[in-house]
């Protein structure tokens, strides 16, 4: 984080919630997005402004539950995951309607980002799923960023994704293994 933070990222990600605690008691004040949020550790992501994943209406309620708890909040920044064939987490594209009722009904949510993960952006075999789940992406991102009057970024790359499908970048990059210079890529 030392060497990120002074070349200018945009948004920091960390697995856990205590991870982007200890972030903020080192007075990292970039965006953190906690990418294995827990219901459990809402409260906590609360206080340290730590800005969760959401991948289901379960944990949707239940962050809306803490955040009513605090009244002061007025627009708490959620990364809303969508499921384009990985089929590991996240809302499908029935949901979307329903999701964007919820988020509109409540003003203390505001949707920082809409992402997904590619699940083999590394295997040019799977290039014709890949390419699947990006438009499939789009069509679920443009239905929600076109639901609301304000920016909703978007990112669907991956380290692999980054280098094989740089058509795809749309607003950000989650650059993994890739930051430190290793790629599961194929030999060219």
Sequence with gaps: VNELVPQNVDYLAVAYTDEGVRLR??????????LGAEPHSFDAMVKSQL????????????????????????SFGIHIKVDTGMHRLGFDLQDIPKLIEVVKAN????IASVFSHLAAA???????FTHHQIALFKQMT??????????????????????????????MVRLGIGLYGAAELPEL
Excluded: M, W
Excluded at 145 to 157: E, G, K, M, N, V
């Design 25 to 34: 008691k080192r007075h990292i004040q970039k965006p953190i997005i906690v």
């Design 51 to 74: 800005e969760p994943e959401i991948f289901n209406f379960y944990y949707l309620h239940e962050l809306e539950a803490v955040l009513k708890q605090n009244p002061q909040i007025q």
């Design 107 to 110: 003003p203390q949510l505001r």
């Design 122 to 128: 590394d295997d040019p075999a799977e290039d014709e």
């Design 142 to 171: 443009d239905a929600i960023c076109s639901a609301f009057d304000y920016p909703i970024l978007r990112h669907i790359l991956n380290s692999a994704g980054i280098i094989r499908f740089p058509e795809a970048q749309f607003d």
